[in-house]
Structures are given as structure tokens and as C-alpha cells.
């Protein structure tokens, strides 16, 4: 039988070497209501499958196919996507609901001409499977169990739901974010000027100034330059004054350290020399102060107590949470990483529970203080 050839009703007869038919060619046939059975392709043990018809006379057919069907399309109420409508009339059917899942569903109607009914899935769950129990809940249920012909809504597409049901392109990609109210700035201090520099540096300063002022006092006193007649019109005057009084000393080192001038100046080396280093002291400290009090101010306005899962996961004060049979919370479920694990660990113990019920209800968590993150 292995070397026979010969031509049948399914083409040519012929078997190989282990007595299975070789070389022999298949035709596709495709039973529909209109034309009943359509050839649309053959299949070769070399070529493989080969469609002869092509890609808009399938997009045609499955486009005649959807045509004035309605379809049960389920979802949740999940704000933007899809929400109660307020309005002040009785609203009915598919006009309760308003959201971008909505308009999307509208519009893809619209376009492949079909009619659709909304409907809530019951336990307001998106869909996860329970291992023990071996079943789906939320809308991937309702999916499989026919309850539904489609679903939308912000349904994230993983790898265990793939193994359930089939999904479309995605209309939008985002990836798993921390939300966190902002810090609440506090009040500034009365002394928070004093904050760019340390305390003893403040104290040294204080202690210079207190010192320079008392060594201006006492070389004014010693200096014969720094003595001269109050009335220069009149020579034989024998009163001589000092400028530089206990005040006026104190009055010119503050001013220099303020960097402001004043009507007071030295005349003698001494003093004029003591004069120039307080200068330069001044100089270089209100220079830092700047630089310190900007840095400061900087860091103070980007300072964030959470930066990463990591920042979650090294502390315990904080409380943080997901949504309940979401896909947030089997990746942390399922994640065989010690970083998650031990963040799905701290959220199980959780009293009470950190699982919020929708997405709302964890953004209000947040805003009330009742988690610090979700």
C-alpha cells in the first residue's frame, strides 16, 4: 500500500513511508445562512492553510453578522467610565448611564450598526478567580456563565483573565500607581528664619558680634585718632569726643552685619582694620544664609515621605490597601517578589480591612486619612 498512487474523490492517494497519506490537499468549507456551504481556503501538508478570500470580505461578513443584533454588555459603575446620570426626568434603559465607557460602546454601535443593553454586574466586582472555590466572580462570570455577550469598563487585562475570556485592544494603558493625599504643610514657625543655619553656628555669631562690638568700643577708647573736637570752628576748644560709644559700636556692627550702611566710621588703623575683617566675616555668612535658606526651601517644597513600593514596604505606619478582587491585589496575591509579598502580607493583617468595595470609596480612604495610600 505504501508505493500506491492513485487519484480519488479527495485528490491524489498517496502514502510515506510510515503508512500516512502525503501530498494531498484539503478544501475549507464554511456553512453560512445566506450561501450555505462557501469554500474559502485549502490546506497542503506543505503550504499549510491558504484563505482565498480576503480581509474585507471577512471584515464585511463579521460586520453583516452584527447587524440590528442587540447584545447584553455588562459593567460597573465606575466613575469616568461609566456613571449614574443625574438629571432631573425619569431615566430609563441605556440613557441612566453617562462615561467614557459608554460614549466608546455608543459609538462602536453606531459604526458596526448593532443595539446593546447595559447591565450592572450584581456584586459590583471586576472579576477574580477564587482557587478554592474554582469559579470567577464580577463580569468575567457574567461572561462566562452567557449571563452577557460583552463587557467594558476599566478592566485591566491580565494573564489569568486571558486564560478565561477574550479580550480586545486596550483603550488605555496605565500600569499600577500609588494615590496619596498630599502632606499638609504646616504653619511656618515664628523662628523658622533660623532654620538654615544650626543653633551653635547662631550662638557663635551672636558671641562675635557681642565681641566685636566690645573690642571697637575699647580701641576707640585707646586711639588718640579716634577723638576729635565736636565744634572744628572752634580750635580752642578742650572737649574731644569718640564716636564709637558702647551703642554706636554695637549700632555699626549690626548695621555691617545687616549689610546696611551707617554714618559712623573708624579713622584709626586699629579699629579700621577690625572694621574690614567684620566686613569680610559678614560677607561670607550672609552669602550661606542665602544659599542655605534657598536649599532649604527647595527641599522643604519636594519633600515626599513615599517615593516607591519599596518606601511602603520598609515601614508600617502608613496604611495601605487595593480593590477588593481587583488586579491590583492578585498582583500582589500572586507576585512571587519579597517586596510585594510582604506588602500583600501587611494588607491581609490589616485591622480593619485596607480592601476597598470601588474606586471611589478608596479615593475617599485617602482623602479622610482613614489609609494613607491605595
Known amino acids: 500500500m505504501k508505493i500506491v498512487e492513485m487519484k480519488g474523490l479527495t485528490g491524489l492517494i498517496k502514502f510515506d513511508h510510515q503508512g500516512f497519506r502525503s501530498d494531498f490537499m484539503l478544501e475549507i468549507i464554511e456553512l453560512n445562512s445566506k450561501e450555505g456551504l462557501k469554500k474559502i481556503g485549502t490546506w497542503n501538508s506543505t503550504e499549510g492553510v491558504n484563505f482565498t478570500r480576503t480581509f474585507g470580505d471577512v471584515y464585511t461578513q463579521i460586520v453583516e453578522s452584527l447587524q440590528n443584533k442587540t447584545f447584553i454588555v455588562t459593567t460597573i459603575l465606575s466613575a469616568p467610565y461609566c456613571m449614574l446620570k443625574e438629571s432631573s426626568d425619569i431615566l430609563r434603559g441605556n440613557a441612566r448611564y453617562e462615561g467614557y465607557s459608554v460614549d466608546l460602546i455608543h459609538e462602536i454601535s453606531r459604526i458596526l450598526g448593532f443595539n446593546y443593553t447595559f447591565n450592572i454586574v450584581p456584586d459590583k466586582k471586576y472579576g477574580s478567580y477564587n482557587k478554592e472555590k474554582k469559579e470567577w466572580d464580577g463580569m468575567i462570570k457574567e461572561l462566562l456563565e452567557q449571563r452577557a455577550d460583552l463587557a467594558i469598563a476599566d478592566l485591566t487585562i491580565t494573564y489569568e483573565r486571558e486564560q478565561a475570556v477574550d479580550f480586545t485592544m486596550p483603550f ?82 549690626i548695621g555691617s552685619l545687616m549689610q546696611q550702611g551707617s554714618d559712623i566710621a573708624p579713622k584709626a588703623v586699629s579699629t579700621r582694620m577690625v572694621a574690614g575683617m567684620w566686613w569680610f566675616f559678614t560677607l561670607i555668612m550672609i552669602s550661606s544664609y542665602t544659599a542655605n535658606l534657598a536649599a532649604f526651601l527647595t527641599v522643604e517644597r519636594m519633600e515626599s515621605p513615599i517615593e516607591s513600593a519599596e518606601d511602603l514596604a520598609k515601614q508600617t505606619k502608613i496604611k495601605y490597601g487595593a480593590l477588593a478582587g481587583g488586579s491590583t491585589a492578585a498582583f500582589f496575591r500572586d507576585s512571587n517578589f519579597s517586596t510585594y509579598q510582604r506588602m500583600w502580607s501587611f494588607m491581609q493583617s490589616a485591622k480593619p480591612s485596607v480592601f476597598t468595595k470601588s474606586n471611589v470609596e478608596g479615593v475617599e480612604w485617602v482623602i479622610k486619612g482613614k489609609i494613607g495610600r491605595a
Not at 558671641?207 to 566685636?212: D, P
Request: charge should be negative; charged fraction near 15%; proline fraction near 9%.
Open 172 to 253: 488605555m494603558n496605565l500600569g499600577i500607581s500609588i494615590l496619596y493625599r498630599k502632606p499638609i504643610k504646616k504653619p511656618p514657625n515664628l523662628f523658622s528664619f533660623l532654620s538654615p543655619l544650626s543653633l551653635d553656628v547662631w550662638i557663635y555669631m551672636a558671641t562675635a558680634y557681642l565681641g566685636v562690638s566690645v573690642l571697637l568700643f575699647i580701641l576707640a577708647r585707646f586711639s588718640p585718632y579716634e577723638w576729635e573736637n565736636p565744634h572744628p570752628c572752634n580750635g580752642q576748644s578742650d572737649v574731644c569726643e569718640n564716636e564709637f560709644t558702647l551703642l554706636n559700636s554695637l549700632w555699626f556692627t
